[in-house]
């Protein structure tokens, strides 16, 4: 039987997402795990541009052709990582539920798009919306 494919869509620009990322690539998770910067442009870019999904706004998660965005894409990341470890047991335990992942979630990205102000760096804007290129 082949490893699940799993692929992370994120702005590797925004410190905390790379972290998050590397900490998901790192632990014992059901599937091999490709990291993918939003900012570099590629097919999976081009379909979630073609989906109308603002990576500004959340990260992709695609799990054998299954695209996830925003509070389902880090529920899905949650579901298929091993529960072992401190990192597993954290992110399964809050991400887990899908209820509380939206809850979360938002709270997160207002945190991350707040950062990336304060550090200079522009959005992606892959929906190339006028005037919407500084957070």
Do not use: W
């Amino acid at each position: 039987m082949s490893e699940t494919r799993i692929e992370i869509v994120f702005d590797k620009k925004c410190p905390a997402c790379s972290k998050y990322c590397d900490m998901v690539k790192s632990s014992d998770s059901r599937g091999q795990v490709m990291l993918i910067d939003a900012r570099d442009p590629s097919d999976l870019m081009t379909r979630i541009t073609d989906l109308g999904l603002d990576i500004d706004e959340g990260m992709v998660v695609v799990v054998n052709e299954e695209l996830t965005f925003g509070a389902e894409a880090i529920h899905t990341l949650a579901l298929v990582n091993r529960r072992s470890g401190f990192f597993n047991r954290a992110n399964s335990l809050i991400f887990g539920n899908r209820r509380v992942a939206k809850i979360i979630y938002p709270v997160l990205r207002s945190v991350r798009n707040l950062l990336l102000k304060i550090l200079g760096v522009d959005r992606i804007n892959n929906l190339k919306v006028h005037g919407r290129n500084k957070f």
